[in-house]
């Protein structure tokens, strides 16, 4: 949503086609880029010369082939982008090859990036960008993709209030709001009769007591086979550290401008 997070996708999109010239492109002369004990060439590194031999030594030890980076998610908080990372490439010495998932976590100021940490375990880069809220949406997200909608809901059971008031899209068909965990329990249960759904997180951002998941999801139906693809947003908001409501919207558009307090809260329904 904003333009350094633009930075970064622009960052990955020239990295799988010119490799260390692109992080070069970005980056502040002085950056510093820490790498995790757990990960080859571990160390904190000052300059982008020093950055460049680093990744340089990394390639070397995977048979001279650049990695490649998939961007799976962005999130924003703290000042700061959390890019959820997915790097291929070659094995080294065992010829095996890597497939691993990681999170690389960026300050980037004037538009350059002054600072890189990276990560092997997403839940913890996850924590370091943003509040609880935050890891909450991700962890109900990540239920919700991994395991179905019925432990998500049991998930949702965990860490909202009683009273949770849940609101579809006005452009829904049936469109309804209902309060309390049973009640959604039901309604998502009617909505999955006849469709499955499955979800990736394309963004994370955290304002306040509110956080905005952009979300794709992938509509099968059962009966006639067809799919879908819908890109949507959810805009969950927090009252003590628990989910006190859940607007889930059609229109990303729609939910930013309901996000940033430049449109009407919720949909009508």
């Known amino acids: 949503m904003s333009g350094d997070a633009d930075v970064v996708r622009e960052l990955y999109a020239r990295f799988n086609k010119s490799g260390i010239d692109a992080v070069a492109t970005f980056a502040d002369p002085e950056i510093v880029w820490e790498t995790s004990p757990n990960l080859p060439e571990a160390g904190t590194y000052r300059g982008i010369e020093a950055v460049r031999q680093m990744q340089e030594a990394q390639f070397e030890a995977w048979h001279g082939q650049r990695p490649r980076l998939q961007l799976e998610g962005v999130i924003e908080g703290n000042g700061r982008i959390l890019a959820l990372t997915r790097m291929t490439a070659a094995g080294g010495t065992s010829g095996l090859p890597i497939d691993v998932r990681i999170g690389h976590l960026y300050t980037i100021r004037d538009g350059r990036i002054v600072h890189v940490k990276v990560y092997p375990d997403r839940g913890e880069a996850v924590r370091a960008v943003g509040s609880e809220n935050l890891?909450?949406?991700?962890?109900?997200?990540?239920?919700?993709?991994?395991?179905?909608?019925?432990?998500?809901?049991?998930?949702?059971?965990?860490?909202?209030?009683?009273?949770?008031?849940?609101?579809?899209?006005?452009?829904?068909?049936?469109?309804?709001?209902?309060?309390?965990?049973?009640?959604?329990?039901?309604?998502?249960?009617?909505?999955?009769?006849?469709?499955?759904?499955?979800?990736?997180?394309?963004?994370?951002?955290?304002?306040?007591?509110?956080?905005?998941?952009?979300?794709?999801?992938?509509?099968?139906?059962?009966?006639?086979?067809?799919?879908?693809?819908?890109?949507?947003?959810?805009?969950?908001?927090?009252?003590?550290?628990?989910?006190?409501?859940?607007?889930?919207?059609?229109?990303?558009?729609?939910?930013?401008?309901?996000?940033?307090?430049?449109?009407?809260?919720?949909?009508?329904?």
Do not use: C
């Open 135 to 269: 890891n909450t949406v991700r962890e109900m997200a990540e239920v919700w993709a991994d395991r179905g909608i019925d432990a998500y809901v049991d998930h949702l059971a965990r860490v909202a209030t009683p009273d949770i008031v849940w609101r579809e899209d006005a452009g829904w068909p049936d469109h309804a709001e209902v309060t309390g965990v049973g009640s959604i329990r039901e309604l998502l249960a009617d909505r999955v009769e006849s469709t499955a759904f499955g979800i990736a997180v394309d963004e994370l951002v955290e304002h306040g007591d509110r956080v905005l998941a952009l979300l794709r999801w992938t509509a099968h139906g059962r009966a006639s086979g067809a799919e879908a693809g819908l890109e949507v947003a959810i805009l969950t908001t927090f009252s003590s550290g628990k989910v006190a409501e859940v607007d889930f919207y059609l229109d990303r558009d729609a939910a930013r401008r309901a996000f940033t307090g430049a449109g009407p809260e919720h949909q009508p329904t």
